[in-house]
């Protein structure tokens, strides 16, 4: 059984679309489209459920959200059902391949964060990308930490552990209010 620790979170259902049980997933990222033939998985009353993707049944909205259409999910009723759902990804998935993986930054979103210099630990909790420089929003010192993704503040990156060993000066804390 899948635990909602040994996943990603790629996205989010915002509504459902036509009358033929599609939906309209907001992303994270364009995990959902790279890994289509993946199970997504959908926290239904907090238990991760598998859900596959239809053939075809994936499609570009914009540049932030698909049209999804899930295997046995055939009505509108079915649809509305899943709206508000938070879609994941297992994280086994992005290691299945082996070798050199190139990794896609918005994957640390979930991530462990450890500050090596005062021991506390914290989570990813959204990326953002500013014009090419990307931030980690981290959950961290009781507050949310703007963190640029840098080799200056990021010591190294797990990807398989799901951890980041980080060093976060008090200073930029301070910045973050």
Do not use: Q
Request: net charge negative.
């Amino acid at each position: 059984m899948v635990r909602e620790e040994d996943c990603i979170r790629i996205g989010s259902v915002s509504k459902a679309h036509g009358l033929r049980g599609a939906v309209v997933v907001v992303a994270d990222s364009n995990l959902i489209e790279r890994y289509a033939d993946k199970p997504v998985f959908l926290l239904l009353e907090g238990t991760p459920v598998p859900f596959f993707i239809a053939e075809g049944g994936l499609a570009t909205r914009n540049h932030v959200s698909y049209i999804v259409k899930f295997d046995y999910v055939d009505t509108l009723a079915g649809a509305e059902r899943l709206v508000g759902c938070d879609v994941f990804l297992e994280k086994k998935v992005l290691f299945e391949e082996g070798g050199e993986e190139e990794y896609d930054v918005f994957e640390l979103n979930g991530f462990v964060v450890k500050d090596e210099l005062s021991g506390e630990e914290g989570e990813v909790v959204d990326v953002l990308d500013y014009a090419g420089n990307v931030m980690l929003v981290v959950s961290i010192f009781g507050k949310e930490v703007l963190l640029p993704f840098s080799e200056v503040y990021i010591l190294e990156v797990d990807w398989e552990e799901g951890k980041i060993a980080a060093s976060i000066p008090a200073e930029l804390v301070d910045l973050n209010g």
